[in-house]
């Protein structure tokens, strides 16, 4: 690989979450955005590893890439301890508008909880964007997230 292109020139695939910048719409005790971007997939809650809102309708949590990115798929680790079901029924959002906080961006993803595979795989086929969301739409709740990984790739420099 030479300058982050493969020998078939094509650009390099990776988790581009882990140097990004994540934000919620609340803060429930000391459970920040950024603990879904640590590169821990540990789903046990009170390990500390895990974003977590307050109960409020339509809670989201947003990922900014910093400039905009081709996303191939989107790996979700869900809590495995804490009403992991919570999660279902939450959507993945990708693109380049904060409107509503970023909600309003074409949806990649719905997610279905499966309690026995707290980490999960979302094809999005290389959507463009900048923001990646995850929101649970229409309902109160809370919004726990113990990892966000996020598999893309940028051909444009960072101003």
Known sequence: MVNGLSPRG??????????SSATQSS???????????????????????CSHTDNELSPWWRLDLLKPHKVFSITVTNSINAVPLRLNGAEIRIGDSLENNGNNNPRCAVISVDVNHPTMTFQCNGMEGRYVNVVIPGRNEYLILCEVEVNGFSDRPTS
């Open 10 to 19: 094509t650009q390099h695939k990776k988790n581009v979450a882990l140097k």
């Open 27 to 49: 803060l429930y005790a000391n459970y920040f955005p950024s603990n879904a971007i640590d590169g821990n997939r540990d789903g046990v809650y009170a390990h500390g590893s």
